[in-house]
């Protein structure tokens, strides 16, 4: 029963690639990464602390176990490293190395070395070979697929950035052991949303799976693939989110008004946790319009309760304020095009769709009796 | 003999575009910018004070009277607004402008506001609609052409950067006539690069049509767009430079190494003055490797000359130095692949090629020729 190590291939003419998902791929990237190199390439691997403790040797072995020579690009874990300083820090580092573009920068980590890395890459000799080996299960399942890469601006997050593909992903699945469980549980909501959106067998597969899915093994990697699979559909179809991709903000406008609302304190609430928060949000509020039945909100609800998820605004009350205050972060949010309030709803569970103009006193009158005013 | 305006095609697939390039078009840029926008955009204009003082009000009154809602941003004039901080203001107050996607920015000015703009517009929030209104001749034969836009790293210049195509490009051929003279000759040296590649007859006509062109009117246009055509070619063969678009590089490593080696100090020699030097020293040295008659070299030196451009080392020995030190700006010089020394060469007036492992030997000798050692 080895090797169950799977393939996602990301279909976007001259731009496509492979998505490897499976056990143990960290030890042996350095094969994987000559592949999609010219002979005689260099990388350099960016990284941050966290993940360097536990997994960059390996990386750094199999690469010169293959002949490719790497420099290492640490920056400081976490949201702030997103910013301008760092990745003219990253670039130049790589300019030091004198890469060339031929070379690979690879991005070893969770979303943010993914979103920064990529994005250096992309600039830096106005674009170079990339590589993801996307370490927590947020970057596995999500960021380190479709090509969105960036840092954020003083005026909001990832508001300056590029859509740059990668040559190659690597998920390998065993490195998520190390990573804590709060971020584990965040990314699994992610991995619900795929289900919620449009499979919604996907959605009862999850919920009987969720605690092999935390123990690791073949369902672990075959959630994570389904969800790549997921995702790499959307992005095929409007790689630069023009139209169908909206879908993927399913529970994030919610989710984003609420990490607004806790200034984007993680002590208070990190992302996946606004999301799952959100996806109920959307639900209830997709029922109190008459789009869907209130138990689908209820299913939704246990099932993300059960993997350790919060579903609703208990505890976070004092964060949100008040009804007013939740529309003003929606509003401010990047997803409104030109004053209209755009909410992806769903007429059931795996049934999502992109609602357009949607009444903001509606949106009002759901909020207020959530918080509970 | 209105309307004299002539339009060029860029072919890149759903990335093609029109080179408008005539007399009079900033003052009705507003009704050509409306088309390629969605309706009720708006824009942010991107330009240094020299363009501004003689230029932005006449954009601002025909953007108004088209009804798009103009934001100004200005940067200081000159190349070292291709840095990183200043790329980052123009981003910021982008942002500050609540533009959105769809919204425009509207490089005007030269190369330097064409490069700089153009990469905000690639990355404030991963990609907006961008437009070049080329001011400088560089500007509307060369940098406004092929999607190459960016900004220069302490390694050296324009290693940071973007292939980012415009929706348009507006080459108001009056706009010169504002244009210090030094700054006219150095761009004519990029027209006269066309005729060197690979457009013999173009050569010949220039020639004849330099005073013509020089005072403005039909030759004038007709040289632009000629040069319009010659570079938007190469670039819809090799849109990212992988191959012939090498080509365009005729005269420039013998160029920048004069250039770097004056510290990049345009009191000493401007690009153009570079390239005007350098394509003379490569038909000099294709000659000498028996490649090309040594006529064909007093013949391109004889026409520069009379535009006013320098041809030889003549007054830049002291800058210059001697034969080691240029080989050594050579070798730094970005266009070093793994070592192997690529130069453009010549078989004769509009039969230039890219030459591969041409021996250091020959170039070092040829150097101290030409220096006088
Ligand atoms: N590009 C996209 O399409 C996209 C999509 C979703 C989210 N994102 C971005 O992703 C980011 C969030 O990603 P994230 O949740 O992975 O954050 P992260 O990169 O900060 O990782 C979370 C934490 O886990 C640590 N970590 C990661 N892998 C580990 C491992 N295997 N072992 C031990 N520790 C490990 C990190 O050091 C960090 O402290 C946000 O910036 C978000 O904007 C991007
Ligand atoms: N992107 C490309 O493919 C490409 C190609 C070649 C050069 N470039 C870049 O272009 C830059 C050089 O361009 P440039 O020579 O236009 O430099 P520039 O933009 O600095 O313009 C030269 C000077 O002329 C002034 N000016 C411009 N238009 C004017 C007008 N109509 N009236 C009065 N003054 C005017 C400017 O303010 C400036 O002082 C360099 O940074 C170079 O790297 C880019
Ligand atoms: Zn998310
Ligand atoms: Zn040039």
């Known amino acids: 029963m080895r090797d169950i190590h799977q393939i996602v291939p990301v279909s976007l003419g001259d731009r496509s690639y492979d998505i490897h998902i499976g056990p143990g791929l960290l030890a042996k990237s350095g094969e994987l990464v000559a592949d999609v190199l010219p002979p005689g390439a260099r990388a350099a691997v960016v990284t941050d602390e966290n993940v360097a403790r536990y997994h960059l040797d390996s990386v750094l072995a199999s690469m010169e176990a293959f002949g490719i020579g790497a420099t290492v ?3 400081p874990a976490g949201e702030p490293s997103k910013c301008y300083p760092t990745l003219q820090d990253v670039v130049e580092r790589i300019l030091d190395a004198r890469l060339e573009r031929g ?18 890459a992309a600039i830096a000799r106005r674009g170079m070979r990339f590589v993801q080996m996307p370490t927590s299960l947020l970057a596995q399942v999500d960021s380190s697929v479709g090509g969105k890469t960036g840092i954020n601006s003083p005026h909001g997050k990832n ?6 593909q990668p040559q ?7 490195a998520l052991d190390t990573l804590p469980d709060r971020e584990f549980r965040a990314g699994y909501a992610e991995v619900v949303k795929y289900g919620l959106i449009d499979r919604p067998d996907f959605f009862a597969w999850l919920e009987r799976q969720w605690p092999a899915i935390r123990a690791g093994g073949p369902e672990r990697i075959n959630a994570i693939a389904e969800s790549c699979r997921a995702k790499s559909a959307v992005v095929a179809r409007d790689e630069r989110e023009t139209g169908d991709r909206a879908l993927l903000n399913l529970g994030h406008t919610f989710g984003h008004a609420l990490e607004a609302a806790a200034k984007f304190d993680p002590e208070i609430i990190v992302h996946g946790e ?27 609800a246990a099932h993300l ?9 208990n505890g976070l009350k004092a964060v949100a304020g008040n009804a007013d205050r939740m529309l003003d972060f929606i509003a401010q949010d990047k997803k409104v095009t030109r004053g209209a309030l755009n909410f992806i709803l769903t007429r059931g569970i795996g049934q999502a769709f992109v609602a357009r103009d949607v009444p903001a006193s509606e949106v009002h009158a759901y909020l207020a009796g959530a918080i509970g005013e």
């Open 73 to 75: 690009v640490r920056v």
């Open 103 to 120: 070379d690979a920068v690879i991005a070893l980590g969770g979303g943010v070395i993914g979103d920064l890395a990529g994005f250096a």
């Open 159 to 164: 508001l300056v950035g590029a859509f740059y």
């Open 168 to 174: 190659l992903v690597l998920a390998d699945t065993d």
């Open 274 to 300: 606004g999301v799952a928060i959100g996806m109920v949000m959307a639900h209830e509020f997709s029922a109190r319009m008459n789009l869907a039945s209130p138990d689908d909100a209820k299913r939704v």
């Open 305 to 313: 309760e059960t993997a350790g998820l919060p579903t609703n605004l």
